[in-house]
């Protein structure tokens, strides 16, 4: 991520991505449910083909529609209704598969379609056979397992059906029934199924369901009567008792492993339909041309912004560059363009930094010329004794004093050079803390005088600029104010409220004699320098007036209230 | 009094040492800061000055470490910047003095004598107790304003006992104080410089300013009078 460009691209098409992808989601989801929807429909459609005939308590047909629940597709159906699949093998090959509601209460219903119909064993529960009663009449025998509570006696439920007598002749072929046993137990039971097909093995199932009863001593279901063609069993819709005299029917298509497949067989077996596989590639169809759709998106907008950003958008950036390639080539002394708002405080920021450079380059180059200048008097003075034959004593004072001169301005000088200036960078510098430090410092300096320091600071006084300059004008005034004391110094400092930035209002105040009038007269001259000063007292005061010019700021000495000096210095 | 001279620049170590020891110091010269950091550590030194640009170990970390491990000698730190970052920065680890290269060495000295005579408690260069008076600038011992003419050596010993007044001071500490290091440690020659002090500082036996307690040391007993 170096250059500003890919950032840019980066961070939009991060958010991009993430809002497609949101809307992925949600598309995803409204695609899913409509396909589900969708699905239902058709399956609805096809439990009501399904379903048949549905008879109510009076014996008359009513609808019981499947609805998509928490569990499934359920039905409610009413109490001692029991749902009977009336032609699986016509549904197998024509998914005209019917439905019986068969109402416990009432002896016959009459069925309206004249249809071969076979036993069933519901989910291992309720078993469904055929039998042909003495006088000829076929009817529907009735098994259960484990389901119904409130039925005690099986032998109660046998019902009779009356069944048209030409159905007899229409009973499906063995091999149709084998398939369907086939699918059901998984494929593998098929062929050997096949021969026992007459010895009733599903009957047996039920029977040895029925057995697990009797073992138990709690109920005794009927036995189915000997003699009755046995049939394939079907599975159909689980049938479920709610405990309230309700009955439920359920077709699961949930994924959870051993029941999904069941009613996974039902449907095919029933439909040829497969609602999960049909969803499932649906649904990844759809998700492949919205992952091909988004990419496309995704690219061509990173194309054309990045078109964009390089045309326009970040030509005011190449503009910033090519300015300071100028300025470093001395075609321009600063930034000039009219810049956009974000990056003009950048700008601006550049410019008082190559002002602020160049004044501290002219300073450095000021104080060098001036160091070898103001150097040349003393060296002359020590020539000129030196050719002299003065005395010896004369000759070492000479010396000394000119070495003292000498030392004095290296000292001037170098700290004008190092003087930082006002930099518009600079961090704040906490004034109060500034001034404790110093007082702690000269208090340990200036023990022997005992000297009361007394600092006046307003809270959160700051100075925008060198840390080490401020410390140079308070270390030199205040030490000052300790070497010309009686025994009290004062410091005050405070921020005035000026528009731009923050002044430095410090007030340096002490019980001494006051500043002597000669040196007055010349620290309040403009451009004083140390090396025009007359003793070494001047020094750092007049380091504190290059800082101060350096700042552009102001040195006034009055007489404090106590009589002595008062130093005010505005940075 | 010994000294512990940190400084690089071997000149100005060498003429510094030279000059101490002249004035009766016992003085004692490292060129670096780790060296200088041991010598503070184990030796007990009266004063110290640092310069604060060393090789090895800055000056300021010298007196920082000095300072941690509790350390109270007095401490003169020697700047060639001159700026009062550093001399704010040497005096915030623990120095008490600052002096600017380049710098007289007699005004050097007089610090030095007065961070002794702070560190002593004294806010004065006359120590005065009772009829004696020590000048510690001038070096002169007055009793009743009568000038005393002692020895270095003597002068020595009534200054180390004077600055630490009321306090036991043992022969061991006298000898580490006043004598170099390698010197052939003999308490019995303090025993005779305090002799001949008290002859000198009381003749008639009156004053009675020094006391010996049997088996620990000396003390100075007469009472300040500031």
């Given at each position: 991520m170096?250059s500003?460009?890919s ?33 239902v429909?058709?399956l609805?459609i ?20 499947f609805?998509?629940?928490?569990e ?14 009336v032609?699986p093998?016509?549904a197998?090959q ?5 439905v019986i ?19 069933k064993v519901i ?8 039998e ?10 009735v098994?259960?397992?484990t ?8 032998e109660?439920?046998?019902?009779e059906l ?11 072929d063995?091999?149709?029934?084998v ?14 199924d ?11 199932e ?17 036995k ?7 049939s ?9 008792s ?7 029917a359920?077709i699961k298509?949930?994924?959870?492993l ?6 996974y ?6 439909f ?11 649904i ?5 041309l ?10 061509a907008y ?7 950003l390089r ?7 190449r ?9 470093k080539?001395?075609?321009l002394?600063q930034?000039?363009?009219d810049y ?7 700008t601006e920021?550049i410019?008082?930094?190559i002002i ?9 180059r000021n ?14 003075v ?18 000394r ?5 000498m ?8 700290e004008?050079?190092?003087t930082?200036?006002?930099t518009t960078?600079?961090?704040p ?22 000297i009361?320091?007394?600092t ?9 600029g ?18 010309w004391c ?10 005035l ?12 105040d ?5 500043v002597?009038?000669d ?7 403009r451009g ?14 007049a ?11 102001s040195?006034q ?15 | ?8 620049e071997?000149?100005l170590?060498?003429r510094?040492?030279?000059?101490f ?12 800061g ?8 184990e ?37 060639a ?12 680890a623990?120095?008490?003095?600052y ?10 000295i007089a610090?030095?004598r ?9 806010s ?5 107790c009772?009829?004696?008076l020590?000048?510690?600038s ?31 001071v043992t ?13 052939d440690?003999d ?7 305090v002799g001949?002090?008290r002859?000198?500082l009381?003749?008639?036996n009156?004053?009675?300013p020094i ?7 000396y ?7 500031e």
């Amino acid at each position: 991520m170096r250059s500003l460009q890919s950032r840019l691209l980066f961070s939009t098409s991060i958010v991009l991505g993430f809002f497609l992808l949101i809307s992925a989601i949600i598309l995803d989801h409204n695609f899913r449910t409509n396909k589900i929807h969708d699905i239902v429909a058709r399956l609805s459609i096809h439990i009501k083909e399904l379903m048949g005939l549905v008879l109510d308590k009076s014996g008359k047909p009513c609808e019981r529609k499947f609805q998509l629940s928490d569990e499934g597709y359920v039905a409610e159906i009413p109490p001692r209704i029991f749902a009977v699949v009336v032609n699986p093998d016509a549904a197998l090959q024509s998914d005209e598969g019917r439905v019986i509601i068969w109402q416990s209460e009432s002896t016959k219903v009459k069925l309206d379609s004249p249809v071969p119909f076979t036993s069933k064993v519901i989910d291992g529960q309720v078993s469904f056979s055929i039998e042909t009663a003495p006088n000829g009449e076929k009817f529907v025998s009735v098994s259960y397992a484990t389901f119904l509570e409130q039925v005690n006696d099986c032998e109660k439920y046998r019902k009779e059906l009356d069944m048209p007598s030409k159905e007899s002749g229409e009973r499906p072929d063995p091999a149709s029934k084998v398939r369907l046993a086939g699918e059901d137990n998984n494929g593998k039971t098929a062929e050997k199924d096949k021969p026992a097909l007459d010895s009733m093995p599903q009957i047996a199932e039920v029977i040895d369901l029925n057995k697990n009863r009797d073992k138990n001593g709690n109920e005794t279901p009927g036995k189915p009567k000997p003699g009755i063609k046995p049939s394939r069993p079907a599975i159909w819709p689980k049938i479920k008792s709610l405990g309230d005299g309700n009955v439920r029917a359920i077709i699961k298509i949930s994924e959870s492993l051993d029941r999904q497949r069941r009613s996974y067989n039902i449907l095919r077996t029933a439909f040829h339909f497969d609602p999960r596989a049909s969803l499932n590639k649906d649904i990844r169809d759809f998700r492949v041309l919205l992952a091909i759709g988004f990419i496309v998106v995704i690219i061509a907008y990173l194309a054309l912004l990045a078109l964009f950003l390089r045309l326009w958008g970040l030509k005011p950036m190449r503009r910033v560059s090519d300015e300071l390639e100028k300025i470093k080539a001395g075609e321009l002394t600063q930034l000039a363009g009219d810049y956009p708002q974000e990056i003009h405080g950048l700008t601006e920021g550049i410019n008082r930094l190559i002002i602020s450079e160049r004044a501290r380059q002219e300073r450095f180059r000021n104080s060098l010329g001036d160091l070898a200048h103001s150097l040349k008097t003393p060296l002359a003075v020590l020539f000129s004794e030196s050719e002299n034959h003065t005395s010896r004593e004369a000759w070492q004072q000479s010396v000394r004093e000119q070495v003292e001169r000498m030392r004095q301005i290296i000292n001037y000088q170098l700290e004008r050079a190092v003087t930082a200036g006002k930099t518009t960078l600079a961090e704040p510098v906490d004034v109060g803390q500034t001034v404790d430090r110093m007082v702690s410092t000269l208090s340990k300096v200036y023990a022997d005088k005992a000297i009361r320091f007394e600092t006046n600071v307003a809270a959160g006084t700051v100075f925008v600029g060198d840390q080490g300059d401020l410390l140079e004008v308070l270390g030199n005034l205040m030490e000052n104010a300790c070497k010309w004391c009686r025994s009290r110094v004062l410091v005050s400092a405070r921020n005035l409220a000026v528009e731009r930035g923050h002044v430095l209002d410090l007030t340096i105040d002490d019980d001494g004699p006051g500043v002597p009038e000669d040196l007055l007269e010349q620290v309040q001259k403009r451009g004083f320098r140390a090396d025009e000063a007359v003793s070494g007292q001047g020094i750092g005061l007049a380091v504190v007036n290059e800082i101060v010019h350096a700042y552009n700021g102001s040195m006034q000495i009055v007489r404090s209230e106590w009589n002595g000096a008062r130093f005010v210095i505005r940075l | 009094m010994n000294i512990l001279i940190i400084e690089d620049e071997e000149t100005l170590r060498e003429r510094l040492t030279a000059k101490f020891t002249n004035q009766g110091f016992v003085a004692k010269g490292v060129a670096d800061g780790e060296e200088g950091l041991y010598q503070g550590m184990e030796y007990p030194y009266d004063i110290a000055i640092v310069d604060i640009g060393l090789p090895k170990l800055s000056g300021i970390e010298v007196i920082r470490k000095w300072r941690e491990a509790g350390k109270a000698l007095p401490i003169i730190i020697l700047t060639a910047r001159g700026r009062w970052q550093e001399k704010v920065e040497g005096l915030e680890a623990g120095a008490d003095d600052y002096m600017v290269k380049p710098f007289e060495t007699e005004e050097l000295i007089a610090r030095v004598r007065a961070l002794i005579r702070r560190a002593g408690g004294w806010s004065d260069s006359r120590l005065k107790c009772g009829s004696i008076l020590l000048d510690m600038s001038s070096q002169k011992v007055f009793v009743d304003d009568r000038e005393i003419d002692l020895t270095a050596f003597e002068y020595k010993v009534l200054e180390y006992l004077m600055l630490h007044d009321g306090e036991v001071v043992t022969k061991m500490t006298l000898t580490e104080h006043l004598y170099d290091q390698d010197y052939d440690r003999d308490s019995n020659v303090i025993e005779v410089f305090v002799g001949r002090l008290r002859k000198k500082l009381d003749p008639d036996n009156r004053l009675k300013p020094i006391e010996t307690l049997r088996g620990r040391g000396y003390r100075f007993v007469i009472s300040r009078t500031e």
